[in-house]
């Protein structure tokens, strides 16, 4: 095979939950440049029409869906309209996630004992229930038509201990998990052609954990955005472009012995230890 052939996602079809978030746009983007039909889904209609609007304006092909990516029966109905009007799903890609302030331990604004049970459930559940529903839903089709890919999105708190973000962290951690265990249990019950992997992004800016690293009057980097800058090597936030390489990678022939790992895009922010 050629190796330009081996990155080559012309015939695929994606699903993309999460999908117009800052990191998962720009996956829908780099998927459909890599020839993929992409599915952009998300709970926003606005924001899907704005995705799918200007990968179709690059010349990629798309379409979105609104669903919410916690809600089985939504991800089960739009599976159905997927494979109704493209008559396959080739790749999963777990993009639902996020965090939120009231669910983050903030010295002098909220202490982790007085964190609310119901402001923690939510984070966790989108960051990790939903990657499970989602794969429960869309990995049938791959089953059903043994093979295809799951991707899920990790994160530097899986990897490394971060502070404040508790459930995020927590949630993100049993990704890792899931996409290992989920990975055996592919190859082993179903099918050796089913690959499962995660990239886990190092410091992304969002809207997700922008209260926390920049300040909301001035702008300027907070100290634990300076901290950031300067425990990454290359000393800048990643900008989603960058995940795209390995996202088309995993997606791809060229990854196809390749199941039931965790890749960093950090710019070396894990391999660092700070002297």
Known sequence: MMAANLFDLTGKVAVVTGGTGAIGKGMCAGLAAAGATVVVLARDQAKITQTVDEIRQSGGTASGISADALDKAALQAASKRILSEHGRIDIVVNGAGGNKPEATAVPGQRNFFDLPPDALEWVFNLNFTSAVLASQVFGSALVAQNGGVIVNISAMASLKIMTR??????????????????????????SANIRVNAIAPGFFMGEQNRFL????????????GKSIIQATPMSRFGDPEDLI?????????ASRFVTGIVVPVDGGFSAFSGI
Not at 216 to 224: A, Q, S, Y
């Open 165 to 190: 973000v508790v459930a995020y962290s927590a949630a993100k951690a049993a990704i890792n998990n899931f996409t290992q265990w989920l990975a055996v249990y592919m190859a082993r019950e179903h």
């Open 213 to 224: 690293l920049t300040d909301v009057n001035t702008g300027e980097l907070t100290p634990r």
């Open 245 to 253: 390489g390995t996202l088309v990678w995993l997606c791809a022939d």
